[in-house]
């Protein structure tokens, strides 16, 4: 018995190290960000699409090229937990609709980021890139 509680308590310490030490803050994302691509679509700079972090409220917003959206920021981010899973858009449409088709479902997929200088990935839970930023 007393083995199973000592395994037990070193699987619980294991987990619960593991598990901070996959959060990351959300403090670089700071801005707005121009979609330069999402997976191998690549979005021209005259679209406008860009996401933006509100950190102080908490907020991501944006804007496809065709409809905004925004949305409630976790305060950190962990790969269990997607970043945008409560994002709401206006429905207008549009002549050229093909970035926000890809866009908007390809947030739905992130679960974790990485920040290179001035570009951001936004990673999906096999670590793939599924849309690339550049700071404006």
Do not use: H
Not at 60 to 65: D, F, I, M, N
Not at 82 to 106: H, K, N, Q, W
Request: aromatic letters at 6%; charged letters at 20%.
């Amino acid at each position: 018995m007393k083995k199973v509680m000592n395994l037990l308590a070193v699987v619980m310490a294991v987990v619960a190290m593991a598990s901070c030490a996959e959060k990351k803050s959300l403090e670089v994302l700071g801005g707005e960000w121009n979609v330069v691509s999402v997976g191998e679509l690549v979005v021209p700079d005259s679209v406008g699409a860009f996401i933006g972090f509100n950190l102080a409220e908490k907020m991501v917003y944006g804007s496809t090229g065709c409809n905004r959206f925004a949305g409630e920021l976790p305060a950190t981010v962990s790969p269990e937990t997607p970043m945008f899973s409560a994002l709401g858009s206006t429905r207008m449409m549009c002549i050229d609709m093909t970035v926000e088709d890809a866009l908007l479902p390809a947030l739905g997929e992130v679960v974790d980021f990485k920040v290179d200088g001035d570009t951001l990935c936004l990673l999906n839970a096999a670590g793939q890139t599924v849309v690339s930023l550049q700071k404006q």
